[in-house]
C-alpha cells in the first residue's frame, strides 16, 4: 500500500472518531435552546436525544453484518449521503418526530463510520504500533469534545439557529467522502476462531457493570452540567462551554499521558486510584460556586478519569486464557448502553428533583464505580501485560 493511500485510511479513521464525539459532546450545550425551539420541557428534549444513542448502540450490532455484504468504501459513500438528509431534515423541519428520526439517523451513521475507522486501523496497523495508533483514533473524539461546544456556544450566543451546528458537524462527513472516493479501501477478512472462551464470568460481569455505570454518570455529568453552572452558578453559556471544553481537552491529554506510564503500574491498583480521585473531583464540583474553581475542578476531573474505561477494556481482554474479541465487544456494549441510558434515567429524576439532582446521579455512579473495581481487584487475577 502506497503513502498517501495509508495517509488517507488514517485521516478516515481520525474523522470517523471526530463525528461521532462531535456528536455527542454538544448536547448539554444547547439543550435549553432546543426545547424553546419546540415548545417542550427541557427534560423531555432530553430524551429525545436518546434517539441519537439509540441509533448508535444499533450500529453495533449490524456493523459486522453490514460489513460482510457491502464493502467499506460504498458504506461511507451512502453515510455520506444519508448525513445530507439528516441535515436537511433538521434545517427544514419544525416537527420533534422528523427530528427523532434524524437523530437515530445520525446515531447510526456515525456509530458504522466509527466501526469502519476501528477496522481500518486494526487492519493496517499491527502490534505496538496498532495500539498507539488506536489511542490516538480514539483522541480525537475528545478532540471534538474541546472545539464542538465552542462552535455550538458561538452559534447560540449571535442568535444563530443551533441547528446550524449539525451543518458544520456534517463538514466532518463531506472531508470523509471526499478522501473515501479517492482512496482505495483493503479487503476485510473476519477470522472466527473455532476455540471457545469462556467469557461469562464473574470478573466480565463486574467490568462490564463498571463500564455502563461509567460512561453513564459521566455523560450524565458532562451533558447536565452546562445547564446547572448557567442557572445556579449564573455563568455565561460561552463560559459554561469552555467548562465543557477543559473537560474533554485534560481527558485528550489525559489519554496520551497515561498512555505511556500505564505500562509502568498494576492496573488494577491504578484504576482504583483513578477512580477515587475521579469520585472525590466530581464531589468537589458539586459543592463548590466560584467559576475559576471549577474550572480547575473539571480540568483535573477529565485528566484522572481519562484512563478509567480503557483500563476496564484492558482487565476484561485479561480474564480469559486468550484476549477475546467477544469479550471487548461485550464491554463496548456496555458502554454503549450506558451512553443510550443517560437521558432516559436522567430526564425524569431532573424533571422531579432538579438539575443539581443529576450531577449527584452521576456522583453516585462514580461512587458505585469506585466500590466495584474494589472487588474486581480483590477476588479476580489478571495477567501480566508483555510489551
Same mark, same amino acid.
Given at each position: 500500500m502506497n503513502k498517501s493511500n495509508l495517509i488517507g485510511l488514517t485521516c478516515i479513521s481520525f474523522l470517523s472518531y471526530a463525528l461521532t464525539g462531535a456528536l455527542i459532546t454538544i448536547t448539554g450545550i444547547f439543550l435549553e435552546n432546543i426545547s424553546k425551539y419546540f415548545n417542550i420541557p427541557i427534560t423531555d428534549m432530553g430524551n429525545t436525544f436518546t434517539f441519537l444513542n439509540a441509533g448508535i448502540l444499533s450500529s453495533i450490532f449490524i456493523s459486522s453484518w453490514i460489513t460482510n455484504i457491502i464493502n467499506l468504501k460504498t458504506q461511507l459513500i451512502f453515510g455520506f449521503i444519508l448525513t445530507i438528509i439528516a441535515t436537511l431534515i433538521l434545517i427544514f423541519s419544525h416537527n420533534l418526530t422528523y427530528f427523532s428520526i434524524s437523530m437515530f439517523m445520525l446515531g447510526i451513521i456515525s456509530g458504522i463510520t466509527m466501526s469502519i475507522g476501528t477496522y481500518i486501523i486494526t487492519n493496517l496497523y499491527t502490534d505496538q504500533t496498532r495500539a498507539s495508533m488506536l489511542l490516538l483514533t480514539d483522541s480525537f473524539f475528545s478532540m471534538s469534545g474541546i472545539i464542538f461546544p465552542i462552535i455550538t456556544a458561538l452559534i447560540i450566543s449571535n442568535n444563530m439557529k443551533w441547528y446550524w451546528v449539525y451543518f458544520i458537524i456534517g463538514i466532518i462527513y463531506l472531508i470523509i467522502f471526499l478522501i473515501t472516493i479517492n482512496t482505495k479501501f483493503p479487503i476485510i477478512y473476519t477470522e472466527i476462531s473455532k476455540k471457545r472462551i469462556k467469557t461469562w464470568n464473574f470478573s466480565i460481569l463486574c467490568l462490564s457493570i463498571s463500564a455502563l455505570l461509567y460512561i453513564l454518570g459521566q455523560l450524565s455529568f458532562i451533558s447536565w452540567m452546562p445547564e446547572y453552572t448557567m442557572k445556579y452558578i449564573?455563568?455565561?453559556? *460561552?463560559? +459554561?462551554?469552555?467548562?465543557?471544553?477543559? !473537560?474533554w481537552m485534560a481527558?485528550?491529554?489525559?489519554?496520551?499521558? %497515561? @498512555? %505511556?506510564? =500505564?505500562k509502568f503500574f498494576d492496573l488494577?491498583?491504578? /484504576?482504583?486510584? =483513578? +477512580?477515587?480521585?475521579?469520585? !472525590? &473531583?466530581?464531589?468537589? !464540583? *458539586? /459543592?463548590f460556586y466560584d467559576y475559576a474553581l471549577l474550572y480547575i475542578i473539571i480540568l483535573s476531573l477529565g485528566f484522572f478519569s481519562s484512563a478509567i474505561y #480503557? $483500563?476496564?477494556? #484492558? =482487565?476484561?481482554?485479561?480474564?480469559?486464557?486468550?484476549? +477475546?474479541?467477544?469479550? /471487548? *465487544?461485550?464491554i463496548l456494549t456496555s458502554g454503549t448502553v450506558g451512553t443510550l441510558l443517560t437521558f $432516559?434515567?436522567?430526564g425524569p429524576i431532573v424533571q422531579k428533583y432538579g438539575i %443539581? @439532582?443529576?450531577? &449527584?446521579?452521576?456522583? /453516585? =455512579?462514580?461512587?458505585i464505580v469506585f466500590f466495584l473495581v474494589i472487588i474486581f481487584a480483590t477476588l479476580t487475577k489478571t495477567k501480566p501485560i508483555h510489551d
Open positions: 449564573h455563568i455565561s453559556i *460561552n463560559q +459554561s462551554s469552555k467548562l465543557v471544553s477543559a !473537560f481527558y485528550m491529554v489525559g489519554m496520551w499521558i %497515561f @498512555s %505511556f506510564i =500505564l488494577k491498583k491504578t /484504576i482504583i486510584t =483513578l +477512580s477515587g480521585i475521579s469520585l !472525590f &473531583l466530581m464531589s468537589l !464540583f *458539586n /459543592i #480503557t $483500563i476496564i477494556i #484492558t =482487565l476484561a481482554s485479561q480474564q480469559t486464557p486468550l484476549s +477475546s474479541p467477544k469479550t /471487548i *465487544n461485550y $432516559i434515567i436522567t %443539581f @439532582s443529576a450531577l &449527584l446521579v452521576s456522583n /453516585i =455512579l462514580y461512587g
